[in-house]
């Protein structure tokens, strides 16, 4: 069986462009989870997503930065206009349901220069 | 607010040697308490978790976990570490239910031969 899947394994963007990174849950995981490790720190968490809705979305920053989970496809991280403070470790972590283990993918590495 | 604190960042111990990994945590009800091992490069894999019970928690490779309600403390040990345990280690909670995980920053472990 297929564990979380995320692509690309490493992104690497110059300031001002466009990151769009994936995450294909476990199948049949209609929870998904998005984390952003940052170099020398733990995870935290930005935002909890179930099929077509957002669920909590309080460790997104304000601005620049959306998700998505459709009904068709893998769950999307949209971070538009990158910094160089964007550079980080973001992980995808899903579930079948609310309240049931999370398990995580192996990350995508952002680099922006 | 929910907090972790993970004290020690870097920890080296000898193989064979035993190994006591502290973790405490801020939360006014008793949280689901949770250990990850992250190796380089690679996702988080959940070695032990705590929602109720027993508080002397079992999990995989060897690894077990107690909770400490007066302590605030929910610290992971091994008995006899082995090489291949060098890895990061992360505690988490789970603050009124599993929606989201609460990273603490990590301890770094070396394993010497």
């Known amino acids: 069986n297929a564990g979380v899947m995320q692509n690309p394994r490493h992104l690497v963007r110059r300031r001002g462009q466009e990151a769009r990174l994936r995450c294909s849950p476990v199948?049949?995981?209609?929870?998904v989870y998005w984390y952003r490790q940052l170099p020398e720190e733990g995870l935290k968490f930005m935002v909890y997503?179930?099929?077509?809705?957002?669920?909590?979305e309080s460790g997104m920053p304000k601005e620049r930065f959306s998700a998505e989970f459709p009904k068709e496809g893998p769950s999307i991280l949209r971070i538009q206009q990158v910094v160089r403070g964007d550079s980080a470790a973001y992980f995808c972590?899903?579930?079948?349901?609310?309240?049931?283990?999370?398990?995580f993918g192996p990350g995508t590495r952002l680099t922006v220069l | 607010a929910q907090s972790v604190t993970q004290p020690d960042i870097h920890i080296t111990v000898s193989e064979g040697a035993s190994l006591e990994l502290r973790c405490n945590y801020s939360?006014?009800?008793?949280?689901?308490l949770f250990w990850y091992v992250q190796s380089p490069g690679q996702g988080l894999q959940l070695l032990l978790k705590?929602?109720?019970?027993?508080?002397l928690v079992q999990g995989i490779k060897g690894f077990e976990a107690e909770f400490k309600r007066s302590q605030s403390s929910f610290n992971l040990r091994k008995p006899s570490v082995h090489w291949s345990d060098a890895a990061e280690y992360f505690c988490?909670?789970?603050?009124?239910?599993?929606?989201?995980?609460?990273f603490g920053a990590g301890t770094r472990l070396a394993v010497h031969p």
């Open positions: 972590a899903s579930s079948p349901g609310q309240g049931d283990e999370q398990f």
């Open positions: 199948k049949g995981h209609s929870h």
């Open positions: 997503l179930q099929k077509e809705n957002i669920i909590d």
């Open positions: 939360y006014g009800a008793t949280p689901y």
């Open positions: 705590y929602f109720s019970g027993d508080t």
């Open positions: 988490a909670v789970a603050p009124g239910g599993y929606n989201k995980l609460i």
